[in-house]
């Protein structure tokens, strides 16, 4: 199986499998190959092999974010003051090592960069903004949005 972006490679069973790791990733090899109605050995292989392939890329325990105090979710649209492979290449470097950075998204419209930050509250927000967005490479404008609530959120790819 190669590493493509397209489920051409992936039959159904992958996919039964891939589903139901996504809704839990701790779950044994036995839970798995009854859940997807296959032989232990035979589900371990595919589980391999979907991982050589880089289709599963990591098992992640998922926090509560109140349980952290990590409750204010803000995203920051980022506009740089050019588009020369230099900038974005120095602004991107410097975005990865903010711990606070959940995501970084190069854009396509008005913003060149999409942030989700993640903060205590917004005094916290504001440290942040100070101790390192301000700081970032290349910025000509920056403009947060504070998300009120979030309605509905999975990190369970469609499939």
């Known amino acids: 199986m190669q590493n493509n972006r397209d489920n051409d490679a992936l039959d159904e ?3 039964a ?14 839970e798995l190959s009854e859940r997807v109605h296959l032989s232990p050995s035979a589900c371990h292989r595919r589980v391999q092999r979907l991982e050589q392939a880089g289709v599963i890329r990591d098992y992640v325990a998922l926090l509560n974010p109140r349980a952290v105090a990590r409750v204010t979710t803000v995203f920051v649209e980022i506009r740089l003051s050019g588009q020369a492979d230099e900038v974005l ?33 917004s005094e916290d927000f504001a ?10 490479p290349g910025i000509a404008q920056m403009q947060s949005s504070f998300a009120l609530k979030t309605v509905f959120k999975t990190t369970a790819l469609p499939l």
Do not use: S, W
């Open 13 to 15: 069973m992958d996919l």
């Open 17 to 30: 499998i891939l589903r139901a790791l996504q809704r839990n990733g701790r779950m044994t090899n036995g």
């Open 89 to 121: 290449d120095a602004f991107e470097k410097a975005v990865a090592r903010v711990p606070d950075v959940l995501e970084c998204h190069l854009m396509a419209g008005t913003a060149d960069y999409l942030l989700k930050v993640v903060a205590r509250d």
């Open 127 to 136: 440290r942040i903004h100070r101790q390192y967005l301000a700081r970032l």
